[in-house]
């Protein structure tokens, strides 16, 4: 077993992990972030699709399914639980999706909107090529995709609107962003969640 400390959707865990964990399995069967969906376990679908923060500060879209829980050791993750703002308002692709009905069964959904952020945090204005090619890594079996591309440049409007320029800071931007997930808040101690054995 190896010991790793992850903050996830804010909270930090610490847990021991077997080396061969899947991230995605770790933060479904340890932590409870169902909402993160084991799809083809081969990193094809995209359906496990989280943000993971970087060095430089950055949240980059990740497939959950092709990290090992131990890599993720000392960084910060969010998952589709982590977008809502504060009292569980909708982020705005969360909105969009759910405005732009761009979703059939949902299975894909989660991963598909975490990858909509990522798109937008590093183009907020993407054109419908440009979002067909930003999200051609989640495959969705159910809609056509055009209500998904309708709904990724409807969040961006929205984003671009309320003046959220990136993921991390939807808090500023009013009511329909994120908190600050991810981001230390010198305001308020940080949450350590030990992780009890199975």
Known sequence: ???????????????DVEPRTLLV??????LGKIGT??????????ACTILMTGPDGHPCGVKSCSVLAVQADGVEVTTI????GPNNSLHPVQRAFHEKHALQCGFCTPGMIMAAVDLL?????????????????NLCRCTGYQNIVRAVRAAAEI??????????S?????????????????????????????
């Open 81 to 84: 639980e982590g977008l809502a």
């Open 121 to 137: 945090s590093e183009n907020p204005d993407p054109t419908d090529t440009e979002i067909r090619e930003g999200l051609e890594g």
């Open 170 to 198: 939807n808090a500023e931007a009013g009511e329909a962003g994120t908190p600050d997930a991810g981001l230390p808040r010198e305001d308020v101690p940080e949450e350590v969640v030990p992780v009890p054995a199975p």
């Open 25 to 30: 399995h770790h933060l479904r069967d340890q």
């Open 37 to 46: 969906v084991v799809g083809c376990d081969t990193s094809n679908c995209g």
């Open 1 to 15: 077993m190896t010991r790793i400390s992850v903050t996830v959707d804010g909270v930090r865990y610490d847990d």
């Open 159 to 168: 984003m671009r609107a309320e003046g959220v320029t990136s993921f991390s």
